[in-house]
C-alpha cells in the first residue's frame, strides 16, 4: 500500500487576515498546549486504526507557527514514531509569530520544510492584507530556517490584491526570486463569503479579472524565465523541490487530515472534521462525505497539474484505456490553444491554467 | 324561493386599485351571514392565489346576499365583483351593464385616482344609480371630508350622507347595505313575460360541469332542461342546471327569473362558447335581438412564449390549452424560432393580462418559460396595395416592399399630485406622446391626457411612471385607433447570427438609442465566454449598434482548500448545472436573465 500524506490543522492564529475564510480562531498558551495533547491522541486512535503509514506531514492553518516550537516539535516526533514520516515535513509560519531558536527546535524534531506567507513585498498592499511582518522580518526569517539546516523553503504570494498594480507584483517577485528558495506559490485573491473583503469588496480598490489574468501570466514568465516550473496552477518549483504533500491532492492520493475542518481521502472515502474545535477535542468521528477516487474527480485533480493526464497512469490506475469522450470535448481547447494533447496525456496551458473550471467542467460534467 | 322583483338589488363595486374593494367585498358577505366567520380568509372574493397577492380581480364573480333591512323587509342582493385593471375593462363594462347601480368606493387619504374615474364614467355610461363610500376612515392619514369633496367637485355626486368606512375594521359598513337598498333602484323594468334575455358577465370552466355561466337574467326566465341559444354564437345547450352563487358554494334553483343574478350549466366545454358579453336566449321562445354591447374582445398585445427546456413543449400546449378555456380573450397559436425552438405566439389583452398568464403557466404548471419582447398589432401597408396585420417581428416584409406603416395608440389618461406634472410630462414626451389635456381635478392633483403609441406603453411605462411619481401616480387607457409611424424592424446579432427571439419594431427615431441599449444590456448580462463574442444590433443589414463580449480569461480555483476536494467539484457541479439552463445559440450561450434584461431597459 501507498504511503498517506499526514495533515494537522492548527485553527489558531494571532490575528485573522481579512481575506481568509480558513477555520481558526485566537487561543491562548493552555489552549495551544491543550489542542497538541488533543491531535497527539487523535494520531494514536488514527495509527490503531488504519495501520498505515505515512511519508508527508503538513502543519496548515490557521497559523501552525502560533502553536510555537516545542508543540510542534512534539507532533512531529510522535508522528514519525506511529507512521514512520520519513519524507517531506512542512510547517505554515507567519513571519511576525517567530521566535528565536524556533526553527531549530523544528529542525532537530525533523521539520525539513517551511512555508512562510509573504502575500506581497510592497508595505502598503502587505498591510491592507492583515500582514504584520515587514520586508526585513521576513529575510531574517528565511536566514535563521536556512542556519538551522532548513532549506527547502516556498514562500506564498497574492495576485489580485487591493491597490496591486503591474510594477508593484514585479517588486514582490522579484523580492522573492532575490531569497532564492526553491519554491513559490502564488494565489489569486478570491473572495470569501463571510470575510472582510467579501463584505467590503466595493472599497477595496481590487484590480479587475482581465488584470488578474495577465498579472498571472507576467508572474508565470518572470519565474520561469528564473528557473521555476509552473507545475501547478498556483505553484512554482525549482527542478526536485514540487510540494510533496500537496501533489498527493492532486494526484488523487490517499491522506489523513486531524483537527477541525482538515479533509481526509483514504480508502476512497472522503470524510472532513467539522469546524468546530470543541466537537474534535471531544473526540467525535469526523463527516463521511462522498466517495472519492472516481476517473471525473482524478481528471479533475490532475489537470490542476502541468503534466496533466497521463493516459498510461490512468490506465493502470482504473483498468480502462482514457476515454476517447473526454478527448473529444476537449478538442475545441485544445484547438485555440487551452490544452495540449500528445502522445502519451493531455494538459493545460498557462491560458488553460486561467479558466482552467470552465475547461474540466466541459471535459468531466 | 324567488322574492319579488321591487326587493332585488343588483349592484357592483368599482374602486381604484388598492382602495379596498374586496375588504369592502367580505365584510358585506359577513354581515349579511353569507359566510360563517370560520370560513373567512381575506379577501373572499379573489379565490386565485395570483388575485390575493397582487391586490387585483382578475375576473368578476358574482356572489347572493340575503339581507333584513330596517324597513322590516327580505331582501335579495345581488353582489357583481369587477375585475379591478385597464385590461380588463372590457369585462368591467359587462358586468356593470348586468346592475342597475354600483357602490363607488374611494379611500379617504388618497382621494380620486385614475381608475376611480375611469370606472365611473362606465358606470354613468350604463345609467348606474352611483353611492359613494368612503372608505378607511381608520387611516390616520384619512380625510374624508376632504375626499368627500372632492368626489362632489370631480364626479359631482352628492357625499353628504356618503358612508363613511373602514371595510378593515366594519365601521360604518351596515350603512353601506342600508344605502343600496335604499338607493339602488331594483329590476323594474325587467320582465318574466318577453323572451329570455339574459347578459352573459362572466364564465369559468369547471372541470366537473364544464362551464359555469354567470348571467343576469334582463328578460323572461330559465331553467333545467330549456335549449338555451348563445345569440352571437348561435350555438344551442340544454340546460342542466340554474341556480345561484353563495359565497362559498353554488345553490340549485327552480328557475332564474327576470331581474335575477345567477348561474347557467349545460355541458359547455370552453368559455370561447359562452363569452362575455354574449345574450343568452331560448330555442323555444327565442328573443328578436340581443342585448346591446356585445363584441369579441382581441388581443392588444403579443409575445413568443417558449419552454425553457424543449422538453416541456407539450406540457404548455395542455396548459394553454386548459388557461384558454377559462379566459377566452388569451389567443395562442404554435411558432419556431430559430433561437427557442418550439413556442407559440400569445395573444393577451395587455401587459398585466400577459403578466398574470406567465405567472400562473409558470406557477400552476411548473413551467420554465422564455418570453419574448412584447409586441403590438403593426398595420403594414405594401407598395402594392395590399395590408399586413403583423404582430410578430419574424414576419415583418422587406422594407423594399413598404409604403407606410400605422401603430396602434391610446388614449391615456394620467392622474398625479401636480408636483409630478414635469417628470410625467418628461416620461410621455420621451415615449412618443402627444399632448392632449391636463386639468386640476383639484387644487392639487392633474389629469393629464395624452395620446401614447401602445407599444411605448407595453413594456414598462407603467413601472417607470410609477418609479418617477414614488407610487403617486395612477395611470389608465383605451386605444382609440391607428396611426401613420415610421417604423423599423430591428434584428440582434450575437456572434454574426441573428436571433430572431430578440428582433422587434420600434419607431425609427427610437432605433439608435434603443439599439445602444440592447447592446449595452446583452453585454452586461451575458457572461464571458471561450471566445470573443460580437453583438450587433442592426436595420435590414446595416449595424447601428455594436458591443463585444470578450473572451472569458480567468475563471479558476487557486486553492484547494486543504484538500476539500468536494468543495471544488460542487462548484464546478453547480457552474455546469447554470450552463444547462442557458440557450445555445451555435457556440454562444445565452442565459434567461439576458432576454429578460432586454424586456426591461429603463432598469
Known sequence: ?365 | MAVKKENIRNFSIIAHIDHGKSTLADRLLELTQSVAIRDMTEQLLDDMDLERERGITIKAHAVKLNYKALDGNDYELNLIDTPGHVDFNYEVSRSLAACEGALLVVDASQGIEAQTLANTYLALDHDLEIVPVINKIDLPSADAERVAKEVEDVIGLDCENAPRVSAKTGINVEQVLEKIVSDIPAPLDSDDTKPLRALVFDSVYDNYKGVIVYVRVVDGKIKSGDTMRMMATGAEFTVVDVGYMRATSMESAKELTAGEVGYITASIKTVGDARVGDTVTTAEYPASEPLPGYRKVNPMVFCGVYPADGADYENLREALEKLQLNDAALSYEPETSGALGFGFRCGFLGLLHLEIIQERLEREYDLDLVTTIPSVIYKIHLTDGTVLEIDNPTKYPDPAFIDFSEEPIADAHIFAPNEYVGAIMDLCQERRGVFKDMTYVTPERVDIAYDLPLNEIIYDFFDVLKSRTKGYASFDYEIKGYTRSNLVKLDVLLNGDTIDALSFIIHSEKAYGRARKIAEKLKDNIPRQMFEIPVQIAIGGKVIARETIRAMRKDVLAKCYGGDITRKKKLLEKQKEGKKRMRHFGTVEVPQEAFMSVLKLDE
Request: with cysteine; net charge negative; charged share 30%.
Open chain 1, 1 to 365: 500500500m501507498k504511503d498517506i500524506g499526514l495533515y494537522i490543522h492548527v485553527p489558531f492564529c494571532v490575528s485573522k487576515c481579512p481575506y481568509c475564510d480558513f477555520y481558526s480562531m485566537r487561543g491562548d498558551e493552555c489552549d495551544f498546549d491543550d489542542y497538541t495533547m488533543c491531535v497527539l491522541e487523535s494520531m494514536q486512535d488514527w495509527e490503531q486504526k488504519l495501520g498505515r503509514k505515512a511519508n508527508t506531514l503538513y502543519f496548515g492553518g490557521g497559523t501552525p507557527s502560533v502553536l510555537g516550537a516545542d508543540n510542534l516539535a512534539l507532533i512531529t516526533e510522535r508522528a514519525k514514531k506511529l507512521f514512520t514520516v520519513d519524507d517531506e515535513i512542512t510547517v505554515e509560519c507567519n513571519p511576525s509569530t517567530i521566535e528565536n531558536g524556533f526553527f531549530q527546535t523544528l529542525h532537530d524534531a525533523g521539520v525539513n520544510r517551511i512555508s512562510l506567507g509573504v502575500q506581497s513585498a510592497v508595505d502598503d498592499e502587505r498591510k491592507r492584507l492583515g500582514r504584520k511582518a515587514d520586508r526585513k522580518t521576513i529575510l531574517k526569517c528565511i536566514d535563521d530556517a536556512r542556519k538551522s539546516g532548513i532549506n527547502n523553503i516556498t514562500l506564498d504570494v497574492m495576485l489580485g490584491v487591493p491597490n496591486q498594480t503591474f510594477d508593484s507584483l514585479k517588486s514582490t517577485i522579484d523580492y522573492c526570486i532575490d531569497t532564492g528558495v526553491p519554491h513559490i506559490s502564488a494565489y489569486m485573491l478570491k473572495l470569501e463569503e463571510g470575510t472582510y473583503f467579501y463584505k467590503n469588496s466595493e472599497k477595496l480598490n481590487l484590480p479587475d479579472e482581465d488584470t488578474v489574468a495577465d498579472m498571472y501570466s507576467l508572474l508565470g514568465d518572470i519565474l520561469e524565465k528564473n528557473g521555476y516550473r509552473n507545475y501547478e496552477i498556483s505553484n512554482f518549483a525549482k527542478p526536485g523541490f514540487e510540494g510533496k504533500h500537496n501533489l498527493k491532492y492532486w494526484n488523487c492520493e490517499e491522506y489523513l487530515g486531524i483537527g477541525p475542518s482538515a479533509h481526509s481521502f483514504i480508502d476512497g472515502k472522503r470524510f472532513f472534521y467539522p469546524r468546530d474545535i470543541l466537537s474534535f477535542k471531544n473526540g467525535d468521528e469526523p463527516i463521511f462525505d462522498c466517495d472519492g477516487g472516481d476517473e471525473e474527480e482524478y481528471i479533475m485533480l490532475r489537470l490542476r497539474l502541468i503534466d496533466g493526464v497521463n493516459f498510461d497512469e490512468f490506465e493502470k490506475r482504473f483498468n480502462k484505456p482514457f476515454d476517447k469522450g473526454y478527448l473529444e470535448k476537449a478538442q475545441p481547447f485544445i484547438k485555440d490553444g487551452y490544452a495540449v494533447l500528445d502522445e502519451n496525456s493531455m494538459h493545460l496551458t498557462r491560458k488553460g491554467f486561467l479558466v482552467s473550471n470552465t475547461i474540466i467542467s466541459e471535459i468531466i460534467l
